[in-house]
């Protein structure tokens, strides 16, 4: 039978280590089903085993799922963002907007922190996480206000309504 972790870090490592392993385990559910395909289609035991495999292996999918960031968190900042009702101005440059439920940041910024890590076939390097206060290059203030203009092609994103 198979066993998922139930308490995976949400941490881009362990998902792609998940990933990596749950191909592996799929693979071997799969392989094992296809050897001894009357035991587990023509026998009681056999089916209760394979809705096993086939329910840990939608578990280890859907823990998998829980742990990617949506695709929409982040946007860039516009010139019509400041004026908006729903954007959401804090402590330290964080900026928010309320109605996209995405964090705002400045064209430019968002440096990767990278990790090695040591795999079968040698070193191999991922980001770990992204420090949106940084520059990823050094690119002066000038050019990052030009580039806040242009955003969207000058125009307000949909979710915009001017603050009254």
Request: aromatic share 12%; with cysteine.
């Amino acid at each position: 039978m198979l066993k998922t972790d139930t308490e995976q870090k949400n941490t881009s490592t362990t998902i792609r280590l998940s990933m990596e392993k749950g191909a592996r385990e799929n693979r071997d559910w799969r392989e094992e089903a296809s050897k001894n395909l009357d035991y587990y289609l023509d026998t009681k035991e056999g089916r209760n085993e394979l809705m096993e495999m086939i329910r840990a292996e939608a578990m280890r999918l859907l823990q998998q799922m829980k742990g990617r960031q949506r695709v929409k968190e982040f946007i860039w900042l516009s010139k019509f963002c400041l004026n908006c009702s729903y954007f959401m101005g804090g402590k330290r440059g964080f900026m928010r907007c309320i109605k996209l439920d995405a964090k705002i940041v400045k064209p430019f910024y968002g440096k990767p922190l990278w990790a090695v890590i040591m795999t079968t076939n040698g070193e191999e390097s991922l980001i770990v996480d992204i420090d949106w206060h940084s520059k990823s290059f050094d690119v002066s203030d000038f050019l990052v206000e030009e580039a806040i203009k242009r955003v969207n092609n000058g125009y307000p994103y949909p979710c915009f309504e001017y603050r009254l």
